[in-house]
């Protein structure tokens, strides 16, 4: 079974720039989750989609983060515009529903500067 | 104030010993997650337990609900096991994972 696939691995940008991550989830996996690690803290979640709604996005800045998943397959997280403190690494994550384990992708590691 | 407490943060141990990981929630959940995150980001779900206990291979995962407290073991430690280990409290109104800060283990040969 394919895992959950990001890309890209690394991204630097500068400040004020604009910069879109993406994701593929596990074939069937009804449920996507983006979440955003700071370095050396725990994971925060930032959105959540149910197929192609949105089930959580109350801790996602929405003045500069977007993100949407068309189809309830792949979905993209774009930031516009990028501020130092968006420095971390954002996780995709995807699962099968309730009662299921999550599977996480590599995450993409973003610098700004 | 993180909900989910994890004990110790920082852990070093020499190889084959007996490593306790500790973590404490304040809500009503639905699940408890551990997981290992190894150097370069990626994330391995471990367990996923709402009661008892679970045990794949050299690793342990308990919890007691009443006391709203888990912990995970790892028997016969190995350089291999060296990562942060996270817990994550899954809330009964949903399925988001409010995760802890993260125990740092070494494990020396």
């Known amino acids: 079974e394919a895992g959950v696939a990001q890309s890209p691995r690394y991204k630097i940008i500068e400040k004020r720039q604009s910069v879109a991550f993406w994701c593929n989830p596990i074939s069937g996996h009804a449920t996507l989750y983006w979440y955003q690690q700071i370095l050396g803290q725990g994971p925060k979640l930032l959105i959540q989609f149910q197929n192609n709604g949105v089930v959580d996005d109350s801790q996602l800045p929405k003045d500069r983060f977007s993100a949407e998943r068309l189809k309830g397959v792949d979905s993209t997280l774009k930031i516009q515009p990028a501020k130092l403190e968006d420095s971390a690494v954002y996780l995709c994550a995807s699962r099968e529903g309730v009662g299921y384990g999550y599977t996480f992708g590599s995450g993409t590691r973003l610098t700004v500067v | ?109």
């Not at chain 2, 016969?76 to 802890?100: K, M, N, Q, W």
């Open chain 2, 1 to 109: 104030k993180n909900e989910v407490e994890q004990s110790p943060q920082n852990l070093t141990a020499q190889e084959g010993e007996f490593i306790t990981i500790n973590c404490s929630y304040s809500v009503g959940i639905s699940a408890l997650h551990w997981l290992q995150q190894h150097p370069g980001g990626g994330i391995v779900s471990l367990f996923m337990l709402s009661s008892g206990k679970k045990k794949h291979g050299r690793l342990i995962a308990t919890i007691n609900i009443q006391e709203k407290h888990s912990s995970l073991h790892i028997t016969a430690s190995h350089p291999r096991d060296s990562a942060v280990y996270i817990c994550a409290e899954e809330e009964t109104s949903g399925s988001r994972l409010t995760f802890g800060e993260g125990t740092q283990l070494t494990v020396n040969p």
